[in-house]
């Protein structure tokens, strides 16, 4: 009696330490996931970014990779204790009966053949729902952002419909995974049945013939449920596990689709780096489909930016082609073009974000792209600022807040009429689009100031505001150009191209023109 209860004792406190394990390690292989997942958004930049929407990735990375807790706490624990106990068990039971033992050896292999057969439909049915899932997510965020047109429009209410349509879709295939998880552990479960009730009839007979003592026949009914168990265990497991499997599948993709290394490798310029090319004060000399490209009169100084051949490449196709050139400190750089010209591409190349061929130099000196960004201030098309106060947001990314410098940077954007004590929202919430705009040239400027970068590279910073204070800001580029810096702005707004010292023209490669009927065109103003 004492020995029965101590066993149990043993067991329930080993089944507790292996709980308490399988949930350390469930959570350490997730932090590890998601570290490596971000990682790799982080080196493949927005290429990597613009294969899957932001809501998929967040539904991955959060819901996801949280369901890997069924795979690595439940089912893999599981597997092992199968591969070890089962073994064990039907050992002891050819030692014991040896006719038990082979008819345990004998059924067991059903409960595999079933959990094979089930496991291919559910992995098939779990994988719709998964996607479900995150046309879902993606509907909702799209909804979200664009609620605004939707309501100018009345089109809001509609998007209800469209809404409870999908989720309406998603609770159907939930709904089927489930029949599904309850059939198969019915059919698991008929299965170990049918093969134990087989067993105990065989040795009730030979019981009742007095060919199995009483004492062995009961530890034999006792051990035979014990070698179905981890089988049964297993299959049962796997379902819980089975939206894991699919979300790891995707996580997977993710890191195979991302540059080889964290450093980026697969961005390094393709092309030989050596000295600059000389400059002429009017214009230099492009490849041979291309025009030429000015630079600022600037003597024996080191251009701020050099490019040469750089080629961007968006899937098979190229939006930026060969295009060279280089631009001194203290220059307004105003790079234009139709949507589609590459002008954002130019831009992510530059800051060692989108993947290129050819050399990006910064004071004449190649820098690996994963190192860009500490010596480039930016802002880009959309402000994507943080929640907090305005001063912590503007400094975002300093070692050390200078409430100083944020006034003179939030001044500088010509946005001190919003009171410093400010405290924003998610994502900016509480100021105006172009409050928000400005927000984010101004923490630009915050950068530049502290970082002491030569290059500022701005996208479409004032396409939110209005013209009175888009001439403000335009006195700020001159101003940071006058610092000695290289002050680059994707812009279509004509006061922007009037005021830059050299104007940039990329022109989108048309589908029936031939490779050198688009060309990327710079203009010198003195």
Do not use: N
């Not at 990597?48 to 893999?76: E, H, M, N, P, W």
């Not at 419909?161 to 309850?182: C, G, K, N, P, Q």
């Amino acid at each position: 009696m004492i020995a029965t209860a101590l066993s149990i004792l043993a067991r329930a406190i080993t089944q507790a330490l292996l709980d308490a394990l399988a949930v350390r390690g469930a959570a350490r292989v997730k932090s590890q996931l998601r570290e490596r997942a971000v990682a790799a958004l982080d080196a493949g930049g927005s290429e990597l970014l613009a294969r899957s929407s932001s809501a998929r990735v967040a539904t991955l990375l959060g819901q996801g990779l949280d369901a890997l807790d069924g795979y690595i706490g439940r089912y893999l624990p599981q597997l092992i204790l199968t591969a070890v106990a089962t073994p064990l068990i039907v050992g002891v039971l050819l030692l014991a009966d040896a006719a038990t033992g082979i008819t345990v050896i004998l059924t067991l292999p059903i409960i595999p053949v079933f959990m094979v057969l089930i496991g291919l439909s559910t992995r098939a049915v779990q994988k719709k729902q998964w996607q479900q899932l995150g046309a879902l997510a993606q509907g909702f965020l799209e909804v979200v952002q664009g609620l605004s047109t939707l309501m100018i429009f009345g089109r809001q209410h509609r998007q209800a419909d469209r809404i409870a349509a999908v989720t309406d879709e998603y609770r159907r295939r939930t709904m089927a995974v489930l029949r599904l998880s309850f059939l198969s552990g019915f059919a698991l479960e008929l299965a170990a049945s049918l093969s134990v009730a087989l067993v105990a009839v065989s040795v009730g007979i030979r019981l009742i013939e007095g060919e199995l003592l009483l004492g062995l026949g009961l530890f034999v009914l006792i051990l035979v449920p014990e070698a179905y168990l981890p089988l049964r265990q297993v299959g049962a497991q796997f379902h819980a596990a089975s939206e894991g499997l699919t979300a790891a599948e995707e996580v997977l993709e993710l890191l195979e689709g991302a540059p080889a290394s964290e450093a980026a490798a697969s961005l390094q310029p393709a092309a030989p780096i050596g000295p600059s090319l000389p400059v002429s004060a009017e214009t230099i000399a492009m490849s041979d489909r291309s025009t030429p490209v000015s630079a600022s009169d600037a003597d024996d100084a080191v251009p701020a930016l050099t490019l040469r051949d750089l080629t961007v490449r968006r899937g098979d196709r190229v939006v930026v082609d060969r295009l060279s050139g280089s631009w001194m400190p203290g220059t307004v750089l105003a790079v234009t073009g139709p949507s589609g010209a590459g002008k954002t591409s130019l831009l992510g190349a530059v800051l060692g974000l989108v993947a290129h061929e050819g050399a990006v130099l910064l004071d004449g000196a190649a820098v690996p792209p994963a190192e860009r960004l500490d010596r480039i201030a930016w802002a880009g098309q959309r402000p994507d600022l943080t929640g907090g106060p305005l001063d912590e947001v503007v400094a975002l990314g300093a070692p050390t807040l200078d409430h100083d410098q944020v006034g003179r940077s939030l001044r500088w954007a010509g946005l001190d009429d919003v009171p410093r004590r400010t405290v924003l929202g998610p994502a900016g919430d509480g100021l105006s689009g172009g409050q928000a705009q400005r927000a984010a040239l101004a923490r630009a400027h915050y950068r530049a100031q502290q970082r002491d970068c030569r290059i500022v590279l701005l996208d479409e910073p004032t396409s939110a505001l209005d013209a009175e204070t888009e001439r403000g800001v335009i006195a700020g580029f001159r101003a940071l150009a006058a610092e000695g810096r290289l002050v680059v702005v994707v812009t279509h707004r004509r006061a922007v191209m009037a005021a830059a010292d050299a104007l940039l023209r990329l022109e989108p490669e048309t589908r029936d023109a031939p490779a050198s009927a688009a060309p990327a065109v710079a203009e010198a103003r003195r």
